[in-house]
């Protein structure tokens, strides 16, 4: 399978608080990808990491890729109300080069 | 105009029915997707066209007819559903018609069908 696993299915936090949810996948990837999905709409491209990268920033969002551990966390520092929505991982294999997505992890941000 | 535009944004319809979803892309790309998400199912690739040719088909029953007549503009035909066909249908655009050039996908905001 090409698609990445998100973990955990659900998070539930306070604002203000950091949340973290993970990302795994089975096959050599050229560049990972995370999106986020408000309820019902479409998804929303947020960063790029790439094979070669460890660890990469964009505001208030941190992400890590382990390549021997086929696997990535997403960091969301001092989280906000706003940031209640799903967040998928996109593994772009270097055998394949199409996005495929999981369930998602649901975060639910209490003000 | 926004990046995606689809159209409808709800669809009903009985499994006899004959619908069609439309959606168009305003960013210059080469490259447009069909996915299908379900509830607690992960998003399902349907179809992926670059340059107006269908590059991926992953298995999706004949009932889903996909069209793509020029770069801008994707079609997904419907023709007797199921009641399980019912999800939240997402086209999505991208530069390039492969995740390793390192682009990124550009999605509309969905078309949710339900069939009676």
């Known amino acids: 399978s090409q698609q990445g696993e998100e973990d955990p299915q659900a998070l539930s936090i306070q604002e203000g608080e950091n949340a973290t949810m993970n990302c795994s996948y089975k096959?050599?990837?050229?560049?990972l990808q995370w999106y986020r999905q408000n309820s019902g709409r479409g998804l929303v491209h947020l960063i790029l990491?790439?094979?070669?990268?460890r660890e990469k920033h964009s505001g208030r969002l941190r992400v890590t890729l382990d390549t021997s551990k086929k696997s990535s966390s997403l960091l969301i520092t001092a989280s906000r109300a706003a940031d209640t929505a799903s967040y998928f991982c996109?593994?772009?294999?270097?055998?394949?080069?199409?996005?495929?997505f999981g369930t998602g992890t649901s975060l639910s941000v209490i003000p | 105009e926004t990046g995606v535009t689809q159209t409808p944004r709800h669809l009903v319809m009985g499994m006899t029915n004959k619908k069609s979803l439309k959606c168009e892309q305003h960013l210059g790309h080469n490259a447009m997707y069909w996915y299908k998400q379900s509830a607690k199912k992960p998003l399902e690739l349907m179809f992926v066209?670059?340059?107006?040719?269908?590059?991926e088909n992953n298995s999706v029953p004949s009932r889903f007819s996909p069209e793509c007549p020029n770069s801008s503009h994707l079609f997904l035909h419907l023709h007797t559903l199921q009641p399980e066909d019912s999800a939240l249908y997402l086209c999505?655009?991208?530069?390039?018609?492969?995740?390793?050039?390192?682009?990124?996908?550009?999605f509309g905001e969905g078309s949710r069908l339900t069939v009676l």
């Open positions: 096959t050599s990837i050229n560049n």
């Open positions: 996109a593994p772009i294999s270097l055998a394949g080069n199409q996005f495929y």
């Open positions: 066209y670059s340059l107006e040719e269908r590059v």
């Open positions: 999505a655009s991208s530069q390039a018609a492969s995740g390793r050039a390192g682009g990124e996908l550009f």
């Open positions: 990491i790439r094979s070669n990268e």
